[in-house]
């Protein structure tokens, strides 16, 4: 297992979003190297209750190992598109205060060069967070029609050069099979005529093909609606997205949740009677100039942050 770190992003923000009750139970739904866990646990009493998911077995062996110190802590290894069933194995009460979701991939998984999510480190093409479930990377493109790969590159990747990528990719696998980052990243580059600055051609390929094979945005819409079954009243949904994709389904969630009921317009209802059950919390948040000089992972990073409506519960 690797034990590189990984720098926690927008993480003072997190905390201050969360409201952090120090007898209270807190879920962080995407452990990673605990980096949020970490200080969310610094904010609980021995009485608090951390609760930890991870679906990557390396972040959750981490996670006991170094379990974080001061409040009650367990680590669980599920996706958290299962976050509900987690929440009911737990003991009774057990509703959270907080939930945490800071989505994507932790530095650790992008560094070790046998998980094969890096473009720039020779290994197998796996990219599975939990190497367990589902087929691999190398697996997806050796079946995938060409039109479902160009989908992918395009849309997850905002490649504009997904068209070639995929015609090549479906070309190279007749002749011999892609099995490797490196066989892949100098496909990629040799069809990707322009070069962006400080970026490596094949960044957006990658990306792409990662969020397809752990089925990234499915995960996150599945996410949400559990997480606020989840949530006390007043319990607050924090949430740290990479991609424009992922931002636009936390932000529309939360904005249809703060709505509340679909209701006809010309019906004389109250905004109260049409049950919101989240109450949008500030303005999203994007990490300062300070962070973005020290953490270059962070440069994408959007959060949002709503809480749980007591109205919900009328
Ligand atoms: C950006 S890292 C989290 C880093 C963490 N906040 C820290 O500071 O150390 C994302 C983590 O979430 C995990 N993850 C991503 N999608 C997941 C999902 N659908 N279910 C469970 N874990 C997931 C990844 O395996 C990874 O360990």
């Known amino acids: ?6 720098t926690p992003v927008l993480l003072k923000e997190a905390i201050t979003a969360l409201n952090i009750k120090p007898g209270g ?4 739904v995407t452990y990673g190297r605990g980096g949020h866990s970490y200080a969310i646990a610094e904010h609980l009493c021995p009485d608090g209750m951390l609760i930890a998911m991870d679906r990557d077995p390396h972040a959750v062996r981490h ?9 009650r802590f367990e680590i669980i290894q599920a996706p958290f598109s299962e976050l509900y069933r987690v929440q009911q194995s737990l003991p009774p009460g057990c509703l959270a205060d907080g939930i945490l979701a800071d989505l994507g991939v932790s530095s650790p998984q992008l560094e070790d060069a046998e998980r094969g999510f890096a473009f720039d480190r020779e290994g197998p093409l796996d990219m599975r967070m939990d190497p367990t479930r589902g087929p691999s990377a190398r697996e997806w ?5 060409q039109a479902e790969l160009k989908w992918a590159i ?9 068209a070639r990528i995929a015609r090549a990719i479906v070309e190279k696998r007749e002749t011999s099979p892609i099995v490797n980052t490196r066989d892949l990243a100098e496909l990629v580059a040799g069809n990707v005529p322009e070069r962006e600055s400080g970026r490596n051609p094949a960044t957006r390929t990658f990306q792409a093909i990662r969020m397809h094979v752990n089925g990234e945005l499915g995960q996150l819409r599945a996410l949400l609606p559990q997480a606020v079954q989840c949530l006390k009243g007043a319990g607050r949904l924090v949430i740290i997205g990479f991609h424009s994709l992922e931002d636009r389904i936390v ?15 010309d019906l004389p209802v109250t905004a109260g009677e049409l049950k919101p059950r989240l109450r949008i919390i500030g303005k999203p948040i994007r990490p300062s100039e300070q962070e973005l000089q020290s953490n270059r992972r962070a440069r994408s990073a ?7 409506t007591e109205a919900a519960y009328a």
């Open 154 to 162: 395009k849309i997850y990747g905002e490649e504009k050069y997904a």
């Open 141 to 145: 493109i050796a079946d995938a029609e």
């Open 251 to 265: 932000k529309r969630f939360m904005r249809d949740e703060a709505r509340g009921d679909p209701f006809p317009s």
């Open 302 to 308: 959007i959060m949002r942050v709503a809480e749980r």
């Open 25 to 28: 139970t807190y879920l962080d």
């Open 63 to 71: 996670a006991r190992e170094y379990p974080p110190s001061g409040p």
């Open 1 to 6: 297992m690797t034990m590189s770190a990984h």
